[in-house]
């Protein structure tokens, strides 16, 4: 059984007849490829969010490693809160250098780590 965010990332990479459009990511505005697009919940499932905004596979996972599900839900719940933070602003700054395809592993931040 598919849930209902792998459909819609499906239906966008396989349409039937169309072709696929340019997706922009809004965080660090670089085109996003196919193969590394990511559904971010702008509130996080676990706290009752349904509304999703396409980024590119690293700046999503660069959410997560920096911020928890809290922090998330009541703080960085859309793009423009989270380009205030700073570790944010630094990444996407870095990011931005980068071709549209570039992908790197990234690190939990220190602070969200268990102890």
Known sequence: MTGRIRRKL???SHPPT???PALVCPLCERVIPVSQRDAHHLIPKSKGGKET????RICHRQIHALFTETELARRYNNVEALLTH???IKFVSWVRTKP??????TQKSQRLKPK
């Open 10 to 12: 499906i239906a966008e």
């Open 86 to 88: 700073p570790e944010m």
């Open 18 to 20: 169309a072709e696929v």
């Open 53 to 56: 905004e396409f980024l590119h």
């Open 100 to 105: 549209s395809e570039f992908y790197e592993r």
